[in-house]
């Protein structure tokens, strides 16, 4: 089977998550072809060099610089339209020039084709809106089955169970589709990978904090957390999560600051992290919970996202 797998790219986390899958078709005996764009496309392309890839239609968004989300996600809501139809054309145009057997799309929501099979894959089943605007969530949720009504299948990378559930309400809404399948988390650090089985934590390395997610605010929490340390004595590590710049290492006294880490090594330091610091992202939080360690983890919401803010919250409660 000949699989084409494509993440958004917002953040690292739908990329991440997508390692898993690729890794899987692969062992599976199946041809994988890459799509994306940006620093997803470059993460994939990290961890699969020897794969063929296609570039997908660009999707640049940023957050606003305060702690409400809600105009910068209104303005962007045309410019989503666009990019979802450009996307659509793409893989059509992709699909006249080879057989593809199954499109996984991670929240891509124009990747679809009648031609092929066609799988959508989200942890968003519920859509969380801020204060002001929760009357609107029943419509909103109502709005995302309708986008996702044109794909086969619809994959959560979440338990079945709702007891145990990582992402809670978001992946668990009072209704779900027919068309929904629950495939189980998906973490590209999980301990089975490699020489990462044999790791055990072991809590006495420097305060480590991963970062990434739309600008501004990835640099401004990078900022926040270089304030809060640079006057102590605390050894900090920060991966700032820009795969695309040149990998050096900055040594500022007692704060290091690297770019990005392959998955051993950032699975190393996170095991080894007196504490860590992070976005509240559901990604993150399945790397953290197959590294068993959720419970150093001090998890930061992206101001002005319900979904991470509900997140943080959960994971509290447990």
Not at 97 to 114: H, P, T
Not at 232 to 256: A, C, D, F, H, M
């Amino acid at each position: 089977m000949k699989i084409l797998v494509a993440p958004l790219n917002w953040g690292l986390g739908h990329a991440s998550r997508c390692v898993v899958l690729v890794r899987r078709f692969i062992e599976e005996g199946h041809e994988v072809i890459l799509g994306a764009d940006g620093d997803s496309l470059t993460l994939l392309r990290q961890h699969f060099p020897k794969l063929r890839y296609v570039y997908l239609a660009p999707l640049n968004l940023q957050y606003s610089k305060g702690k409400r989300q809600v105009w910068a996600m209104v303005k962007a809501l045309p410019k989503l339209l666009v990019w979802a139809i450009k996307d659509h054309a793409m893989l059509a145009a992709v699909l006249r020039d080879e057989k593809i057997d199954r499109v996984v799309s991670d929240n891509r929501f124009g990747l679809y084709n009648a031609a092929t099979e066609s799988i959508y894959m989200t942890h968003q089943l519920h859509i969380f809106l801020p204060r002001g605007w929760r009357w609107l969530e029943a419509a909103s949720e109502r709005l995302h089955a309708r986008v996702y009504r044109h794909f086969d299948k619809v994959w959560v990378p979440d338990y079945a169970d709702k007891e145990k559930s990582l992402a809670g309400e978001l992946s668990h809404p009072k209704e779900v589709s027919e068309k929904v399948e629950y495939i189980g988390p998906l973490s590209r650090l999980s301990l089975e990978v490699g020489s990462m089985l044999a790791r055990k934590r072991t809590d006495n390395g420097p305060i480590t904090a991963v970062l990434s997610g739309l600008e501004p605010q990835r640099s401004m929490l990078e900022q926040e957390i270089v304030a809060r340390y640079q006057n102590t004595e605390e050894q900090v590590l920060i991966v700032q999560g820009l795969p695309s710049r040149p990998n050096t290492r900055i040594k500022r006294r007692n704060i290091t600051i690297v770019p990005h880490m392959d998955d051993e090594a950032l699975a190393t330091a996170l095991l080894d992290a007196k504490q860590i610091i992070a976005r509240s992202g559901y990604s993150t939080i399945m790397d953290l919970e197959a590294l068993g360690v959720l419970d150093k983890a001090e998890l930061i919401p992206t101001p002005g996202q319900p979904e991470q803010e509900y997140l943080a919250l959960l994971l509290r409660k447990k």
